[in-house]
């Protein structure tokens, strides 16, 4: 990060950043391709940290996850414009969180349960929410093992 000021370290104050993010963006590739696909998200924030994401069986962001599953991600929330006089005085107040991990199809029916739990925890605060085995067969669901994640506030 080029403004060391403003980069968060702080596991706790980045897990702030990803509790308020109501979305989570997923940058994959193709080759030289780069795809960007915005993902609704549960976070595990333990030992071993990762997010959990869900989606249909099949199209384009799991034929590029097949090929390359090492990817980037990022969320951001917080915004406010800071008003100048003049056009480049003008900035906007923001906190983000990037990162770099793999992500994987989960196959196991408890673990696709537990994330669809965390999923849905996110958004509703609720964790006694129960699946119908029949959507859980239907729904994918995706695990982002984190490697490494900064966060940054401006």
């Given at each position: 990060m080029r403004k060391i000021e403003k980069e968060i370290t702080d596991i706790t104050e980045i897990e702030s950043i990803?509790?308020?993010?109501?979305?989570c963006r997923i940058g994959l590739a193709d080759g030289n391709i780069p795809y960007i696909v915005t993902m609704n998200f549960g976070y595990s924030g333990e030992e071993k940290k990762h997010f959990f994401f869900h989606c249909a069986k099949e199209g384009k962001k799991l034929d590029m996850i097949r090929k390359n599953n090492y990817v980037c991600f990022e969320m951001d929330t917080g915004h406010r414009l800071k008003a100048g006089i003049q056009g480049c005085d003008f900035s906007m107040e923001f906190r983000s969180v990037v990162g770099f991990g793999y992500i994987s199809i989960v196959a196991d029916e408890d673990e696709k349960i537990t994330g669809l739990k965390r999923i849905m925890a996110?958004?509703?605060?609720?964790?006694d929410l129960t699946f119908r085995s029949d959507s859980v067969s239907r729904t994918t669901v995706l695990r982002l093992d984190i490697k490494e994640m900064t966060g940054k506030s401006t």
């Open positions: 990803i509790k308020e993010s109501d979305v996110h958004y509703t605060q609720r964790k």
